[in-house]
């Protein structure tokens, strides 16, 4: 009887652990409260967004709420970025990799070495799905999230990202991926779509929204 209370009360510690972690996990998340207004693409054209180059304006369309960003013949690639700079801010936006090796991402203020990225798809450098991590210019990936058993191919997913300081949170479709500080990194900037270049790839993009904190 005492060994069976023991292993009780440790299934029990065990039990409460866990329901404390999701409690928190799931607390975080819910205390984003995105509204209409934080609505950063209207769905129909790319006002209040750069491609650059711009050359490759092509490569990004808007239609019934969905942004498709396709590669050229060339492989060319390009950026979609806010024309709003953020500092304190949370990200959300779905995803739905298309055709070809798909190389995406968030670029989280900026695209250098003090800015990460949240990949979204395929590394071109380790050749296999990172989606959820960080990549950092010069660094590569310092940490890889788990998300085999999350992630929809070929259907939309959810793509939650918290950036307050140095310190960046992820969650993919309500579960959290990431917990990741980056030393030195930079505190203001513009958030940024990725068309990866050398690549044959389509990705579509819709409901994407930036929260200011």
């Keep these: 009887m005492l060994t069976n209370t023991k292993?009780?009360?440790k299934q029990t510690g065990l039990f409460s652990n866990l329901f404390l972690f999701l409690f928190a996990t799931s607390s975080a998340l819910a205390q984003i409260d995105f509204q209409k207004e934080d609505q950063v693409f209207n769905g129909k054209d790319l006002n209040n967004?750069?491609?650059i180059p711009e050359t490759?304006?092509?490569s990004w369309n808007a239609k019934n709420g969905i942004l498709y960003a396709k590669s050229d013949a060339a492989e060319t690639g390009s950026n979609l970025w806010t024309t709003t700079e953020y500092e304190d801010f949370a990200v959300q936006l779905?995803?739905?990799?298309g055709g070809g090796i798909v190389d995406s991402g968030v670029f989280i203020r900026g695209e250098n070495p003090e800015s990460p990225q949240i990949q979204i798809g395929i590394s071109g450098s380790l050749k296999v799905d990172m989606t959820?991590?960080?990549y950092v210019p010069k660094q590569g990936y310092p940490q890889k999230a788990a998300v085999e058993q999350i992630l929809k191919n070929k259907k939309w997913n959810t793509l939650t990202i918290l950036a307050v300081?140095?310190?960046y949170k992820v969650w993919l479709n309500g579960q959290k991926v990431l917990d990741y500080q980056l030393e030195n990194a930079s505190l203001k900037g513009p958030v940024g779509l990725q068309l990866h270049p050398n690549r044959t790839m389509d990705i579509?993009?819709?409901e994407i929204l930036i929260k200011e904190l």
């Design 94 to 97: 779905q995803f739905k990799m």
């Design 7 to 9: 292993t009780m009360k």
């Design 56 to 58: 490759q304006v092509n």
């Design 132 to 134: 959820g991590s960080p």
């Design 165 to 167: 300081k140095n310190n």
């Design 49 to 51: 967004w750069t491609v």
């Design 204 to 206: 579509e993009f819709k």
